[in-house]
């Protein structure tokens, strides 16, 4: 079939408009799983919507920067933790010395403690949904970070690593103690319910 | 200072939970945790503590975001 070549330029043109479409559905199919993790790296339901606006406003502008094949969700989480980091809701450090007791078992310990004869699976019960929002907020936000990419994002070490410029070890201690910090949170608003 | 297995049980089951283990270091905790009641117990409970925090963490995106989101699309001409 003979086709009349079109000039150089407006081809190239269609065909940049034609991947930029593309590019653009792409992340836009991500938008619930972007709303879901920004909702919990920030305070509030508006902060979170303005954090994802600003975030695809972002992605939109340097759609050119994505290596196409690469990994659209990591790339798009990134701009996202770190449009988050610049909005300066962290100036401080939190310190990674600071000792924490308690071990990965220590939440189930206290809760079968007052009542032993419990099934497992309804101890849990014993929380209210309440509580476990107001205990992920009493974690610090580097801390925060790792645990609403892993948990909420579903996303590996390696990824979170990638996401946050950290080196996969300090993933996986803040997430250690993270996860510790939330349970002691845990812990004592049930102790303090009863 | 003396092995305990459900110490090293206790650190693992995070990342084991995550599915982040090798399949060696997964191998051993699934034998441990199947011949070990109070670890299994409390396995268990990690299993819950997850899907329980997970339903309290999620908040769907309100429905009108995509569309304020769409309109920041480039213009096509």
New interface residues.
């Given amino acids: 079939m003979t086709q009349i070549e079109p000039e150089a330029d407006p081809r190239r043109i269609a065909e940049e408009a034609r991947d930029r479409v593309r590019f653009e559905e792409e992340v836009l199919e991500l938008a619930d799983q972007v709303y879901r993790v920004a909702r919990r790296l920030v305070g509030s339901k508006e902060e979170a919507e303005d954090l994802v606006q600003e975030t695809y406003a972002r992605a939109f502008r340097s759609w050119r920067s994505f290596t196409p094949g690469t990994n659209l969700r990591a790339w798009l989480f990134r701009i996202l933790t770190n449009l988050n980091i610049d909005r300066g809701r962290r100036q401080q450090r939190t310190p990674d010395t600071q000792p924490i007791e308690e071990g990965d078992y220590f939440l189930y310990n206290r809760l079968e403690e007052t009542a032993p004869e419990e099934d497992t699976e309804r101890i849990v019960e014993r929380l209210s949904q309440d509580s476990v929002v107001y205990a992920l907020s009493a974690v610090p936000h580097d801390f925060r970070d790792v645990i609403v990419l892993v948990d909420i994002g579903d996303f590996s070490y390696q990824d979170a690593a990638q996401i946050l410029d950290i080196p996969i070890g300090t993933v996986m201690s803040r997430l250690h103690r993270g996860r510790r910090i939330l349970k002691r949170e845990l812990a004592e608003e049930a102790v303090a319910e009863r | 200072m003396s092995y305990d297995p459900c110490?090293k049980c206790?650190?693992v089951?995070?990342?084991f939970l995550?599915r982040?283990l090798t399949e060696a270091e997964r191998n051993e905790a699934e034998t441990h945790l199947d011949g070990c009641g109070y670890c299994r117990?409390?396995y268990?409970?990690?299993v819950?503590?997850?899907r329980?925090?997970?339903?309290?963490?999620?908040?769907?995106?309100?429905p009108d975001?995509?569309q304020?989101?769409?309109a920041?699309?480039?213009p096509?001409f």
């Fill in positions: 110490l206790e650190e089951i995070q990342p995550d982040e117990k409390r268990r409970f990690e819950s503590l997850r329980f925090v997970r339903q309290a963490w999620d908040e769907p995106m309100p975001l995509k304020r989101l769409a920041l699309r480039t096509l």
